[in-house]
């Protein structure tokens, strides 16, 4: 006969492989997933262009954020990090990439957003590259679930350019 501490060992171990199983299961799941997400963002002003004292470039914009990301949550999306980047190159590095806006969306029903805004943190080049760039925008989105590895994705959008003269 089986002594008590056998007979737990057996029963916590067969548990413990079946929830890892229902994980993995869960994980692969993710991947049956169709993802459609949206987005279009608008340039609407740019408050002001310029050169800072120690000679780095300085732009403040004004942003309409629109974005349909409900496709991205399944049962296993815990919250999805979401942030908007501008991307531009120099003669010094091929990709510069400034964060502008970010936000975290912690469900289904905040995944259908359109905000009006200033960019949250600050688009300063290293340099007086800035006059007269092309550079795109970019909505990057990081999907956190509750199980699994994690992923992310982007969409990028293009046309948009800064004046040649500062303001």
């Known amino acids: 006969m089986h002594s008590f501490g056998y007979r737990a060992n057996a029963l916590l171990t067969f548990a413990t492989t079946i929830l890892a199983i229902m994980c993995a299961m869960a994980s692969v799941s993710d991947n049956f997933n169709s993802l459609s997400p949206t987005s279009e963002v608008q340039v609407l002003n740019i408050n002001w ?3 800072k004292p120690d000679g780095d470039d ?3 914009l004004t942003l309409n954020i629109s974005a349909n990301l409900e496709s991205l949550f399944t049962w296993n999306t815990k919250q999805v990090f979401v942030f908007l980047a501008a991307e ?3 003669p010094k590095n091929v990709l510069n990439q400034v964060s ?3 936000g975290i969306i912690p469900s289904k029903e905040h995944a259908k ?9 600050r688009f300063i080049d290293q340099g007086s590259n800035l006059r007269g760039k092309n550079f795109n925008l ?5 999907v956190m679930p509750k199980t ?3 992923f992310a994705d982007k969409i990028v959008m293009s ?3 800064l004046p040649e003269a500062y303001r």
């Open 159 to 161: 046309g948009f350019r």
């Open 138 to 142: 970019t909505l990057h989105w990081h």
């Open 88 to 90: 531009y190159g120099t």
């Open 58 to 60: 300085e732009v403040s």
């Open 113 to 121: 957003f359109s905000i009006h805004t200033t960019n949250k943190y």
């Open 100 to 102: 502008l806006w970010d």
């Open 49 to 51: 262009f310029q050169k």
């Open 148 to 150: 699994g590895k994690m």
